[in-house]
């Protein structure tokens, strides 16, 4: 069984940036795709950014050009670096395995880690 656990959450104040950690049980280099997702108070979770086994990315609308994924296979670990944060990236970021862009298709969730941007 593949576990996964995010860290790097914090407090922030907007424009701020932070940069979180998804530690992986499993080889990261071998994993097809490894995403991260959001969820706002009240909300479901949204995609923010995935990285592939090839080392491609993709990445939401909301996030383009604020944030990057980018992984280290020594560590087992994939990162999301976040730049110009906005009080509406406030919530729970996780990080699972999967392929798209929709929660449904991910599996092997993360515990979570808090993100709250100040305004």
């Known amino acids: 069984q593949v576990q996964l656990s995010e860290s790097g959450g914090g407090l922030v104040q907007a424009g701020g940036s932070l940069t979180l950690s998804c530690a992986s049980s499993?080889?990261?280099?071998?994993?097809?795709?490894t995403g991260w997702f959001h969820q706002a108070p009240g909300k479901g979770r949204e995609f923010v950014a995935a990285?592939?086994?090839?080392?491609?990315?993709y990445y939401g609308d909301s996030v383009q050009g604020r944030f990057t994924i980018y992984r280290d296979d020594a560590e087992n670990t994939v990162y999301l670096s976040m730049t110009n944060l906005k009080p509406d990236d406030t919530g729970v970021y996780y990080c699972?395995?999967?392929?798209?862009?929709?929660?449904?298709?991910?599996?092997?969730w993360g515990p979570g880690t808090q993100v709250t941007v100040s305004s």
């Open positions: 699972a395995i999967g392929g798209g862009k929709t929660a449904h298709d991910y599996h092997h």
């Open positions: 499993a080889r990261t280099s071998a994993t097809f795709h």
């Open positions: 990285i592939t086994w090839t080392e491609s990315t």
